[in-house]
């Protein structure tokens, strides 16, 4: 089974910096799409970077400027790299990749999540 594991999340001071990293193993075939997603209690997920296969970016407005969003395709993994980072960051963390996958049988096309890490930002 495809699997999204991340790491790097932590306790931070603001205006500082954190690197998130996330590896998609399993029976894939390929990726299109790897990016970052985060929720904050009583908010909705929302999406904090994406990044293609070719390598074009997208940020959202709240990031941009602070936050870079990279990828080792040959490894699977996608990096979340956070600086200047204030309270409002505060946050779990979600891995997202949009792959194709072989089930045993045949090749289909998934969405899968990792299970979160936690960013806290705080004094």
């Known amino acids: 089974q495809v699997q999204l594991v991340e790491s790097g999340g932590g306790l931070v001071q603001p205006g500082g910096s954190l690197r998130l990293s996330c590896t998609a193993s399993?029976?894939?075939?390929?990726?299109?799409?790897m990016g970052w997603y985060r929720q904050a209690p009583g908010n909705q997920r929302e999406l904090v970077a994406g990044?293609?296969?070719?390598?074009?970016?997208n940020y959202a407005d709240s990031v941009k400027g602070r936050f870079t969003v990279s990828r080792d395709n040959a490894k699977n993994t996608v990096y979340l790299q956070m600086n200047s980072l204030k309270p409002e960051d505060t946050a779990v963390y979600y891995c997202?990749?949009?792959?194709?996958?072989?089930?045993?049988?045949?090749?289909?096309?998934?969405?899968?999540y990792g299970q979160g890490t936690q960013v806290t930002v705080s004094s």
């Open positions: 399993g029976p894939i075939f390929s990726i299109k799409s």
């Open positions: 990044i293609a296969s070719g390598g074009t970016t």
């Open positions: 997202n990749a949009d792959l194709v996958y072989h089930d045993g049988l045949r090749y289909r096309s998934g969405n899968n």
